[in-house]
């Protein structure tokens, strides 16, 4: 299994519209395939930095489920609303895989 770690960067003054944006991925990323493992929001300290985290059986399944959500309507429309309103600034994913115990 591996995790897709996204760092977000955003404008901490739109933190509302970001959250918005982490909501609507509830429905849509497992609807596409993807294992949802949260949405996270900087609580203290850092006030423009949040993390999303999704898990993948491989990395073919990330291109599979890539794949169904640049097809999927509530997934586009997602991705509108963000460009549209500009709070997210920036956006990098790592691909990690867990070191079992």
């Known amino acids: 299994m591996i995790t897709c770690f996204i760092r977000y960067e955003i404008d901490p003054f739109q933190r509302a519209a ?3 944006y982490a909501e609507n991925w509830g429905r849509i990323i497992p609807r ?5 493992l ?8 850092t006030n423009y930095v949040a993390w ?6 491989s990395l073919a399944s990330y291109q599979s489920y890539r794949a169904r959500l640049k097809a999927d309507a509530e997934g586009r ?21 867990r070191v079992d115990q």
């Not at 999303?52 to 059986?57: A, E, K, Y």
């Not at 429309?77 to 895989?97: H, K, P, S, V």
Request: proline share 2%; net charge negative.
């Open 18 to 20: 970001f959250r918005e």
């Open 32 to 36: 596409c395939g993807g294992n949802l």
């Open 38 to 45: 949260g949405y996270f929001l900087p609580h203290e300290g």
């Open 52 to 57: 999303g985290l999704i898990g993948f059986d």
């Open 77 to 97: 429309a997602n991705f509108e609303f963000a460009q549209q309103r500009r709070f997210i600034l920036r956006e990098e994913r790592t691909f990690l895989e």
